[in-house]
């Protein structure tokens, strides 16, 4: 290269310089968007008040309800129970095989058939006695907190339905000595 053509070049190369930064002149300040930079103060602060969260109520089964429950294993009435039960439901006929986890349909038709010869009903059950069946390490995880229980005068026979929400999840069956057993 020449030294004459490093010098157009050179020229070139500041000529286009120039035009680049023709754009950017000192003394034009840049039009706000409405949004302040970082270094800028904002004359006032918005506040925010966080929204209050609504909780949904929780569905429960209610005093009616859980008597209907009651009067329908009674009366050997499975359309008073089965629309409660979790589908598959926890179905344990203490002292026997039967039955673990099981639809819905198939628990209702083992109570039914299993309390039917059974008389006398009473509920609730004495809590004292639900406490004692809670520290059973057989069946305690069947009688949680909230419970719809019944139990027959004919027989000693226990019915405890655990309730979770608006549906009975676990279905205990057996003999009021039968449940204690540890």
Do not use: K
């Amino acid at each position: 290269m020449t030294a004459t053509t490093a010098r157009l070049a050179s020229a070139a190369a500041a000529a286009l310089l120039l035009v680049a930064l023709a754009g950017c002149t000192p003394g034009e300040a840049p039009t706000p968007t409405g949004t302040p930079a970082a270094s800028e103060t904002p004359s006032e602060t918005p506040t925010v008040e966080p929204a209050e969260e609504t909780v949904p109520p929780v569905a429960e089964i209610d005093a009616s309800e859980r008597a209907a429950i009651v009067a329908g294993i009674e009366a050997g009435d499975p359309a008073a129970v089965g629309p409660y039960l979790t589908d598959p439901v926890n179905y344990i006929l203490a002292s026997s095989e039967c039955c673990g986890v099981i639809s819905a349909a198939d628990a209702t038709g083992e109570l039914i058939g299993y309390t039917s010869g059974s008389s006398g009903w009473s509920s609730p059950v004495d809590p004292a006695y639900l406490d004692q069946v809670r520290m059973s390490p057989y069946y305690g995880e069947l009688v949680p907190a909230d419970v719809i229980a019944l139990r027959a005068s004919s027989d000693g026979l226990v019915v405890i339905l655990g309730v979770e929400g608006d549906r009975i999840a676990s279905v205990l069956v057996g003999h009021e000595d039968v449940l204690l057993f540890t």
